[in-house]
């Protein structure tokens, strides 16, 4: 976990931080605070981990909080009403071999094996809009893949692709 003062720095002025989040590959959704009175809720970052898992290997990995407040941060930023859609979040290094092994455009050391990324979309927002507000932001590393339909999200060093 983030030390208080690094976690208030991530998302100044906000007491309380939430997440809408809607995975569509097992129909699980998170909607609600993960941060409040200066600290992590460790009962809600459990839930997230749980619906950030990797599917496909039912294996379940702790998020980078950093990760989290970015995407709420994100959230608010494109004053979206709809949960953001989530297409991949944690894969074990199998999942991740794989995924390599069906597109060319999958990290061998990709961060979402580390629990450090995710894959998203918002219904009611273009991708195109998201990418470059997640661009803007500087927290990590942003990739937008309009034929699949997402902008990848990580707590990386900051690049973009």
Not at 78 to 92: D, K, L
Not at 119 to 125: E, G, H, S, T
């Amino acid at each position: 976990m983030l030390p208080a003062s690094v976690a208030e720095a991530a998302v100044p002025g906000r007491s309380v931080r939430r997440l809408d989040l809607h995975n569509i590959n097992t129909g699980e959704r998170f909607n609600d605070v993960y941060w409040a009175e200066g600290a992590y809720r460790p009962d809600a970052l459990r839930r997230l981990d749980v619906l950030l898992r990797d599917h496909r290997a039912g294996q379940v990995a702790r998020f980078d909080p950093r990760l989290l407040d970015v995407l709420s941060d994100l959230h608010r930023r494109m004053g979206s009403t709809e949960p953001f859609r989530v297409i991949c979040g944690y894969r074990t290094r199998s999942t991740n071999a794989l995924a390599r092994r069906r597109s060319k455009g999958v990290a061998k050391e990709s961060y979402h094996t580390r629990a450090m990324a995710v894959d998203v979309a918002l219904p009611d927002r273009s991708l195109k809009g998201l990418a470059q507000e997640a661009k803007r932001m500087q927290a990590g590393g942003v990739g937008v893949y309009n034929s699949s339909g997402f902008v990848h999200v990580d707590v990386g060093p900051v690049r973009t692709w």
